[in-house]
């Protein structure tokens, strides 16, 4: 198992929707989707292969990286009997378990996301391979010389969201680039100093392994927030009600905007697209209002019965004007709104925007949580 074939599978363009130099016909469509299709088959069971391999990997390391912990605490409690050269050792072992523990669950992240993100188009693509079908049946009924008929509408709007998530994908590699990434390399820098120290002035050393050890744990920190929002784990293993708690919470620490949220109606798990997507268009409205409506209170509602989910997001900030906002998140290819009401109306849902300049936001949306 290697990252470079992880790469490959990040860089190869199986989300590149086919272009045309004019509108395709319906025939046109259905053979560029069905090559698609079969070419996201053969990715997820790749995926599949390699999401096992590095689930394996990491509870290796992470036993491993227990082990480590133990004895550096040991010799933490001993430091004055235990031999430089040992602490040397142990130190380096650890730092190194902890950055490949750390490389080898992001890397199950990234596959775990591909995966879910594959799923979704493969499925998109499904039902267009199925209209396709039925186009191509009407149109060889009619006559065989009709004219092009236009790009399905579906497949349209699913273009529009892999644009706005590749774009994203680049807003969070940035991201990794001024933050953890940075920081690793000024932990690297550190040790190396701790590295010359040992030899030469040991009482000093001491003190710059001490202040090593709070900078990895102030990075480690911040690299567990960045995964949080990149793809909270607790999602996945306690569901969508505590992972929405602990997001609100921590919002309301970073920001300083009062945030309430009031879970109501059946505590249940929902299938995982569901929940994914409810967790995201909430975490996106969170992050608008922090940066965008200047408000001071927000209020989250989320209420679940046997067949939907339906959520609110309300705050008295600036407020917007609905149909120029619309129109500059299309126009910007980003995860805005049009993107999100295109998720959420794809997976069968609806979503509303009640929004006026000085009037504060409302935001309603709901989808189908039947299993």
């Known amino acids: 198992m290697s990252l470079q074939r992880l790469q490959r599978l990040e860089e190869e363009p199986a989300n590149k929707a086919p272009q045309e130099s004019g509108p395709p016909t319906p025939a046109q469509v259905m053979e560029q989707t069905s090559q698609e299709y079969e070419q996201i088959q053969k990715e997820l069971t790749e995926i599949q292969v390699l999401e096992k391999q590095s689930t394996s990997e990491v509870e290796k390391l992470a036993q491993k ?165 990149l793809r909270p784990m607790m999602l996945d293993d306690l569901g969508l009600n505590p992972t929405l708690k602990k997001s609100v919470e921590d919002y309301e620490q970073k920001t300083g905007i009062a945030c309430n949220l009031t879970i109501t109606g059946k505590d249940q798990r929902m299938p995982s697209h569901a929940e994914v997507t409810i967790f995201r268009v909430i975490q996106h409205l969170l992050n608008n209002v922090k940066n965008h409506a200047q408000a001071s209170h927000i209020q989250v509602q989320l209420n679940v019965d046997e067949s939907k989910a339906k959520a609110v997001v309300e705050d008295d900030g600036a407020g917007f004007d609905v149909v120029e906002a619309m129109a500059a998140s299309r126009a910007r290819k980003t995860l805005g709104l049009s993107s999100m009401q295109e998720q959420v109306e794809m997976l069968g849902g609806g979503i509303k925007f009640d929004s006026a300049p000085g009037n504060g936001t409302r935001i309603e949306f709901w989808l189908p949580v039947g299993q």
Not at 177 to 197: F, M, V, Y
């Open 65 to 229: 990286n227990a082990q480590l912990t133990n004895k550096l605490r040991s010799m933490e409690d001993n430091i004055d009997t235990v031999p430089r050269q040992d602490i040397k050792e142990t130190y380096t072992a650890a730092q190194e378990s902890q950055m490949r523990l750390f490389m080898m669950r992001g890397q199950v992240e990234q596959l775990q996301s591909r995966q879910e993100n594959l799923r979704r188009f493969s499925d998109s693509l499904r039902k267009i391979l199925d209209i396709s079908q039925g186009m191509v049946a009407t149109s060889s009924a009619v006559s065989t010389e009709s004219s092009p008929g236009p790009l399905p509408e579906q497949s349209a709007g699913i273009i529009r969201i892999i644009d706005a998530q590749e774009n994203e994908r680049q807003h969070l590699a940035n991201q990794l680039h001024d933050g953890p990434a940075q920081s690793l390399t000024n932990l690297i820098l550190q040790a190396e100093i701790c590295e010359r120290l040992f030899d030469t002035n040991p009482v000093r050393a001491r003190t710059e392994l001490t202040e090593l050890k709070d900078a990895v744990t102030t990075t480690f920190q911040k690299v567990r927030e960045f995964i949080f929002d």
